[in-house]
Nanobody
Framework: QVQPVETGGGLVQAGDSLRLSCGVS????????VGWFRQAPGKEREFVSG????????NYADSVKGRFTMTRDYAKNMAYLQMSSLKPEDTAVYYC????????????WGQGTQVTVSS
């Protein structure tokens, strides 16, 4: 069983930066995509950023482009989401998810980490 674990959430002020980390424990696939999602209170979960198993340039939601940067460290089975110029509307629980090679969906999800941005 693959289990992503997110860390790095917290309470920050608008304009601050924060870095989330995602570690993957358990069975590791030879190749997998990694995605970051978030869910704000009363809203649907939404895609934030993702990198395919090939690596390359991450995809970003329009709402975070230019402010968030996703990277991954293949050797350490880690992924990161560097968030800058945070806004109150970025407040949400952030989830890391894994999409195994050949799968069309993110099959494994972390428990989430809370990010709260005060104005």
């Amino acid at each position: 069983q693959v289990q992503p674990v997110e860390t790095g959430g917290g309470l920050v002020q608008a304009g601050d930066s924060l870095r989330l980390s995602c570690g993957v424990s358990g069975r590791t696939f030879n190749a997998y995509g990694v995605g970051w999602f978030r869910q704000a209170p009363g809203k649907e979960r939404e895609f934030v950023s993702g990198i395919t198993w090939r690596g390359g340039i991450p995809n970003y939601a329009d709402s975070v482009k230019g402010r968030f940067t996703m990277t991954r460290d293949y050797a350490k089975n880690m992924a990161y989401l560097q968030m800058s110029s945070l806004k109150p509307e970025d407040t949400a629980v952030y989830y890391c998810a894994i999409r195994p090679y050949g799968s069309s969906a993110y099959d494994y999800w972390g428990q989430g980490t809370q990010v709260t941005v005060s104005s």
